[in-house]
């Protein structure tokens, strides 16, 4: 914006806007606030100029005033419609129409503190993944550092129209620009050169051809409130690191393994599942018969008390009444009651194993193309790696309970109502942290160089990912398995 006198004749007044109030990537909302500020813009104005009203804010969903998108907004005049044209260039929708809602929220402004104090915030701090400031290295808040209150939401509220970028609760400003005797001599354009660097690495993801079908459900915990922040910031991650992005770490950045589609314009049939269950059902066995060793299992006798295995029928879900079934073998049951259609509940009752036949909805992973058997193969590795980390978790929080024992039965209930859901095909075939993508170095998605990506959000976490490794190394790997 440019030093200059914008006259709305059709309203009847007139503001300045000072292009040394702004700098490079600044995002909507210091934008905004400085705007109210320097013109003494009041509510009512602001919303008749914006053809908009305050809203309701439900933390579970994107703002209906957002500063992430001004779709919503409806300018009146030229000197709204002006103002609008100019903040819509710094929101995200506008920067990465495709990966914006992935990838950012508004539940919260989120800030430097460094920067803020100047005056500065840009959109890109909206970015669940990105945890550093790329200018001061210093960590993303989203709460006040005086009294710890939240943030207001990233989006038109009622605190950015009375006192903006001050908190609602102890009225001390975020920053010393947003004080008011500081307002107009603290703002002046900062150096936010890293923010450019960032800016530019999403336009390469923006341009990258990524076919991602359960993007959505990768990592869904309705048990867990920050599930969606979670998946946010790890596709962050992951799509940082296809781009080698500067701002994120190597030691945050997910490795992921790529295989060759067998590319077929027609989806899978009953036909093409049962040729391709004979290869994998040969696969599956291998991968359990070498757990089985590991675990000392004799033949396919599974060892422990029936009365120690609580079996959820409706959800086919088996869970330990108590520590004496190891972390081990409920992770590795929990994994078999995912790949079997038979019923797992009767091995483990009469010790006699009944003819193997897999779920066809894990033999034709992944269902939208037709992929490797090595591919498949490390997807059934990274499924019971995931299995034995939930097992893991549940039997830390279990500890000494025993759902045999009176007095623990509600605390054991309670655990199992918590985690059940991670244990289960019912709700989904495979873990929630697996996923899969296609991706096309030339930015065809039919093209004969799509590549399928599997992607296990546990990647950096290594403890059992070891004892998966061992599972092969003790005994050979299963056809296809890459080491």
Same mark, same amino acid.
């Given at each position: 914006?440019?030093?200059?006198?914008?006259?709305?004749?059709?309203?009847?007044?007139?503001?300045?806007?000072?292009?040394?109030?702004?700098?490079?990537?600044?995002?909507?909302?210091?934008?905004?606030?400085?705007?109210?500020?320097?013109?003494?813009?009041?509510?009512?104005?602001?919303?008749?100029?914006?053809?908009?009203?305050?809203?309701?804010?439900?933390?579970?969903?994107?703002?209906?005033?957002?500063?992430?998108?001004?779709?919503?907004?409806?300018?009146?005049?030229?000197?709204?419609?002006?103002?609008?044209?100019?903040?819509?260039?710094?929101?995200?929708?506008?920067?990465?129409?495709?990966?914006?809602?992935?990838?950012?929220?508004?539940?919260?402004?989120?800030?430097?503190?460094?920067?803020?104090?100047?005056?500065?915030?840009?959109?890109?701090?909206?970015?669940?993944?990105?945890?550093?400031?790329?200018?001061? +290295?210093?960590?993303?808040?989203?709460?006040?550092?005086?009294?710890?209150?939240?943030?207001?939401?990233?989006?038109?509220? &009622?605190?950015?129209?009375?006192?903006?970028?001050?908190?609602?609760?102890?009225?001390?400003?975020?920053?010393?620009?947003?004080?008011?005797? +500081?307002?107009?001599?603290?703002?002046?354009?900062?150096?936010?050169?890293?923010? &450019?660097?960032?800016?530019?690495?999403?336009?390469?993801?923006?341009?990258?051809?990524?076919?991602?079908?359960?993007?959505?459900?990768?990592?869904?915990?309705?048990?867990?409130?920050?599930?969606?922040?979670?998946?946010?910031?790890?596709?962050?991650?992951?799509?940082?690191?296809?781009?080698?992005?500067?701002?994120?770490?190597?030691?945050?950045?997910?490795?992921?393994?790529?295989?060759?589609?067998?590319?077929?314009?027609?989806?899978?049939?009953?036909?093409?599942?049962?040729?391709?269950?004979?290869?994998?059902?040969?696969?599956?066995?291998?991968?359990?018969?070498?757990?089985?060793?590991?675990?000392?299992?004799? +033949?396919?006798?599974?060892?422990?008390?029936?009365?120690?295995?609580?079996?959820?029928?409706?959800?086919?879900?088996?869970?330990?009444?108590?520590?004496?079934?190891?972390?081990?073998?409920?992770?590795?049951?929990?994994?078999?009651?995912?790949?079997?259609?038979?019923?797992?509940?009767?091995?483990?009752?009469?010790?006699?194993?009944?003819?193997?036949?897999?779920?066809?909805?894990?033999?034709?992973?992944?269902?939208?193309?037709?992929?490797?058997?090595?591919?498949?193969? +490390?997807?059934?590795?990274?499924?019971?790696?995931?299995?034995?980390?939930?097992?893991?978790?549940?039997?830390?929080?279990?500890?000494?309970?025993?759902?045999?024992?009176?007095?623990?039965?509600?605390?054991?209930?309670?655990?199992?109502?918590?985690?059940?859901?991670?244990?289960?095909?019912?709700?989904?075939?495979?873990?929630?942290?697996?996923?899969?993508?296609?991706?096309?170095?030339?930015?065809?998605?039919?093209?004969?160089?799509?590549?399928?990506?599997?992607?296990?959000?546990?990647?950096?976490?290594?403890?059992?990912?070891?004892?998966?490794?061992?599972?092969?190394?003790?005994?050979?790997?299963?056809?296809?398995?890459?080491?």
């Amino acid at each position: 914006m440019s030093m200059s006198d914008v006259d709305d004749n059709e309203n009847g007044w007139q503001w300045t806007v000072d292009a040394n109030w702004f700098s490079a990537c600044e995002g909507p909302y210091t934008v905004f606030a400085k705007l109210c500020i320097g013109n003494g813009l009041i509510e009512e104005d602001l919303l008749k100029g914006l053809s908009a009203r305050l809203l309701k804010s439900n933390p579970s969903q994107l703002h209906g005033r957002t500063f992430l998108d001004l779709s919503w907004a409806r300018p009146t005049g030229p000197a709204y419609a002006d103002l609008i044209a100019e903040v819509t260039k710094r929101t995200l929708s506008q920067s990465n129409p495709r990966w914006w809602r992935c990838l950012a929220s508004d539940n919260a402004l989120r800030y430097c503190p460094q920067c803020i104090a100047q005056g500065f915030q840009s959109v890109l701090c909206q970015i669940d993944g990105l945890t550093l400031c790329p200018v001061h +290295n210093v960590p993303i808040v989203d709460r006040c550092l005086n009294c710890n209150r939240k943030t207001p939401r990233y989006a038109l509220t &009622e605190e950015i129209l009375l006192s903006p970028l001050v908190c609602p609760d102890c009225e001390v400003a975020y920053g010393a620009a947003w004080s008011p005797e +500081n307002h107009f001599a603290s703002w002046h354009p900062m150096p936010a050169r890293a923010y &450019e660097t960032l800016g530019q690495e999403l336009q390469q993801v923006e341009r990258l051809s990524i076919t991602w079908p359960d993007q959505g459900a990768w990592l869904l915990d309705p048990a867990d409130p920050r599930s969606d922040a979670k998946r946010r910031a790890r596709t962050f991650e992951l799509l940082a690191s296809f781009v080698h992005s500067t701002v994120i770490p190597p030691s945050r950045r997910i490795n992921v393994r790529r295989y060759p589609i067998e590319w077929s314009a027609q989806p899978w049939t009953l036909d093409d599942i049962d040729h391709a269950a004979a290869v994998r059902t040969t696969i599956y066995k291998s991968i359990r018969r070498h757990f089985r060793r590991r675990l000392k299992c004799k +033949n396919s006798r599974v060892h422990a008390r029936r009365e120690d295995l609580i079996w959820d029928y409706p959800h086919s879900v088996l869970l330990p009444a108590n520590a004496s079934v190891g972390a081990e073998l409920h992770g590795f049951l929990s994994w078999r009651t995912r790949f079997e259609a038979d019923r797992l509940w009767g091995e483990i009752s009469t010790g006699r194993s009944n003819e193997l036949h897999l779920r066809y909805g894990v033999v034709g992973w992944p269902a939208k193309w037709r992929s490797t058997d090595a591919a498949w193969a +490390n997807f059934c590795l990274a499924c019971l790696k995931h299995e034995l980390m939930s097992a893991e978790q549940f039997h830390t929080e279990l500890g000494e309970l025993d759902l045999h024992c009176q007095s623990d039965r509600s605390d054991w209930l309670e655990l199992a109502t918590r985690l059940h859901h991670r244990f289960g095909p019912v709700s989904r075939l495979w873990p929630a942290g697996i996923t899969c993508f296609a991706i096309s170095a030339s930015g065809d998605p039919s093209a004969s160089d799509l590549q399928l990506v599997l992607v296990s959000a546990r990647s950096g976490e290594q403890g059992i990912a070891e004892c998966v490794g061992q599972v092969l190394a003790d005994g050979g790997a299963a056809p296809g398995v890459e080491h």
